[in-house]
């Protein structure tokens, strides 16, 4: 046993090695606590093999009067007893009062080592209080101790732990790892905490300013509900001052200048008021600074989009539209703000557009003129044409007939068309008549005159009908006028009566056009043009006249029968068929009836005149005098009834080729013949 060994100096081999660090104690085991964080093992069961068992005889205690080794001795160090020293087998019997086991008890079979003793023993041992004897005694406390012949579990045990032993050493390294894991988590808390506390202090002090912020966002909200309508009228924002120096001018730039001009109005009323306010004299200059910078872009913008009319093959009406019309705000700020510059830049819009017509009509005047036209003077007239003709008329017809109206009214049909293109104009080979020329360039011209108009209207709104007015005369004078020398180039060499009647009667659509358009400003040309076409019409009805009264003045006997409609050359001096000059008379009477007659234009195009056209009246009259005369001067001789019969038949053929005219004209010269042929009858 291994406190009867220790006591006795006898060292017990040991196949293994004691373990290191153990207390044996009879007294009730405490709990040991391996390292941080690892729970107390629980207690073993006396039955079973446990390395606390150790501590129930530690021989260490103060009833045993024996020097107390050191820790770590291993028990290698054996002790003397004195000479007198009684034997503690027996000292312990007589104390316990009852027999311990023989030595050789606690050996194994024959040949065996005696039993191991650990090599360190428990210092204190713990008795509650009580002697040796009690504690001996009490039963429940030996018990507790267990058998002292449970030897054989201890070293069992102790042969586990050598078996464990590299399990316990890896469990105390993880429980070193855990523990430097769980500093630095200690280090990081700690940390941690002192950020924590760091951030609740900058939290208090946010929360601190913004109380102080909310207190100030509160008073200024309480002056701005005061002071905001004052200095909202006043103010310009840095947004509109951005658009207004360095945005592109579009309509959001034209909205930016509108409250630019806004606020320019409630600073120059709040100026004159009774009431000074400081801002609206530290406002004011800011404003004037950036009005004059509105200015100067506008004038920019302006002379910008002038140039451009003057580019080569410009449409100037799509630069009219997107770039002056849309923008005729810019204009109107311009004149409020700087009338000198607006009247100059009014001044070079005028003079650009009168180049840009003049030049453009002075071509295409020059396209129109390569039209080849018939040709009609004064050989053509009405009695010139049965001198040099005669009865040769009968067989052959001229390659025109500048007497027959035919489908040259057509063209007052399509007065409503657009005009000739010039290409098409330099490429036509086919003749026409003066008329054609006359339309494709005046339908150009006042289509310019009316659009142009229009926009001078729109864009100059600042201006009074009388300087409107002025500033149209002075971009289309010098066009009216290359119109009005066009129109005698057309006119001075012709004769062609039919054709000038015609012109009168497109001039007269050109006005009906206008004043449907609503541009009285083009009147002036239109009554100009008039005035070059009535002289010549006259001019060209005089020639007509003087014509058949010289027919009237060759006529003789014996020449009569060579005007006549008749082929046969037997008995032509008694013959009765209307002359030759009478079928001339009347196609050229239908043509000016149709032409001069109200109803019949207004069957065409639509249009009503006031009344039909007195010259018109009045030449025929002139014309129907000498054709009178010469027919009373052919058929003289004739005898009497034959002679009658002569001019029934001459007034018969003009009322046929008449008869389906209209208008009161027509049916007055109806009339006139009609009661010429009844006189005949009734002689």
């Known amino acids: ?47 079973s093999s446990s390395l ?183 103010c310009v924002s840095p947004a509109i001052v951005k658009q207004i120096s360095d945005g592109p001018i579009d309509h959001a730039w034209i909205k930016s200048l509108e409250e630019l001009e806004k606020r320019s109005k409630t600073i120059e009323s709040k100026s004159k008021g009774p009431d000074k306010v400081l801002a609206v004299s530290e406002v004011k200059p800011l404003l004037e600074d950036l009005t004059n910078l509105a200015i100067e872009r506008i004038r920019d913008f302006l002379v910008s989009q002038i140039k451009a009319l003057r580019s080569p093959s410009i449409n100037a009406q799509i630069i009219q539209q997107r770039a002056f019309i849309a923008f005729k705000d810019l204009y109107l700020f311009l004149a409020k703000h700087h009338a000198q510059l607006a009247d100059e830049i009014a001044q070079a819009y005028i003079n650009t ?96 005159a009316s659009f142009e108009y229009s926009f001078l209207t729109t864009f100059f709104t600042n201006l009074s009908f009388h ?31 039919l054709g000038v009647l015609l012109c009168v009667r497109l001039n007269q659509h050109l006005a009906f056009e206008l004043q449907r358009r609503k541009c009285p400003v083009a009147d002036g040309y239109v009554n100009g043009t008039n005035m070059l076409l009535w002289p010549r019409f006259q001019l060209a009805m005089d020639v007509h006249v003087e014509s058949v009264r010289r027919s009237t003045a060759s006529l003789s006997g014996g020449s009569r029968a060579t005007l006549s409609l008749t082929n046969s050359t037997s008995n032509c001096k008694e013959s009765t068929a209307p002359h030759v000059l009478t079928q001339r008379f009347g196609q050229f009477l239908l043509g000016i009836l149709a032409l001069g007659s109200n109803d019949n234009i207004v069957s065409i195009t639509g249009e009503a ?45 003009i009322l046929t080729i008449v008869g389906d005219a209209g208008g009161g004209l027509a049916k007055e010269m109806r009339e006139w013949f009609e009661q010429a042929k009844e006189g005949l009858r009734e002689q």
Request: one cysteine or more; charged letters at 25%; hydrophobic letters at 30%.
């Open 353 to 448: 557009m009168r180049w840009y017509y003049l030049s453009h009509f002075t071509r295409y005047r020059l396209s129109l003129e390569k039209i080849p036209l018939y040709t009609v003077d004064k050989h053509d007239a009405l009695g010139d044409q049965t001198n040099h003709r005669g009865a040769a008329s009968r067989s052959a017809q001229p390659a025109h007939d500048a007497l027959s109206l035919g489908r040259r009214i057509d063209i007052l049909k399509r007065a409503s068309s657009s005009a000739l293109p010039s290409h098409v104009a330099e490429q036509s080979k086919a003749p026409t008549y003066l008329e054609t020329p006359f339309y494709a360039y005046n339908t150009a011209l006042i289509d310019n």
């Open 609 to 653: 005149a006031t009344s039909d056209i007195e010259p018109v009246g009045r030449s025929l009259e002139r014309l129907r005098g000498e054709f009178e005369a010469f027919l009373m001067k052919a058929s003289k001789g004739l005898v009497q009834g034959r002679r009658a019969r002569f001019l029934e038949n001459n007034y018969s053929l």
């Open 1 to 47: 046993m291994w406190g009867l060994d220790r006591f006795s100096g006898h060292s017990t081999p040991s196949g293994s090695p004691p373990p290191q660090n153990r207390s044996f104690s009879p007294a009730p085991r405490h709990p040991s606590h391996l390292g941080p964080g690892l729970a107390a093992r629980p207690p073993h069961n006396l039955q």
């Open 52 to 234: 606390d068992v150790s501590g129930k005889y530690n021989p260490s205690t103060t009833s045993l009067n024996s020097p107390r080794l050191p820790n770590g001795s291993g028990l290698k160090q054996q002790i003397t007893p004195p000479a007198d020293f009684a034997d503690p087998l027996e000292l312990l019997e007589q104390i316990i009062g009852r027999p311990i086991a023989d030595k050789d008890d606690g050996h194994g079979e024959e040949g065996q080592d005696q039993w191991e003793k650990p090599a360190d023993l428990v210092k204190d041992v713990g008795f509650g209080g009580r002697s040796i004897h009690e504690f001996f005694e009490d039963e429940e406390e030996w018990d507790g101790i267990g058998n002292l012949n449970s030897y054989d579990d201890i070293a069992h045990s102790a042969m586990e732990y050598e078996r464990d032993k590299d399990k316990f050493e890896d469990l105390h390294r993880s429980i070193l790892a855990c523990d430097d894991v769980l500093k630095s988590v200690e280090v990081s808390l700690t940390n941690f905490q002192k950020d924590l506390g760091a951030v609740s202090a900058e939290i208090e002090t946010l929360q601190s300013r913004s109380t102080a912020m909310n207190t100030k966002l509160e008073n200024r909200k309480v002056v701005e509900k005061l002071l905001g309508p004052a200095v909202e009228e006043i």
């Open 467 to 497: 300087a409107v007015s002025q500033h149209f005369n002075s971009i289309f004078g010098p066009t009216f006028a290359l119109g009005n020398t066009f129109t005698k180039h057309l006119i001075d060499t012709s004769y062609d009566c």
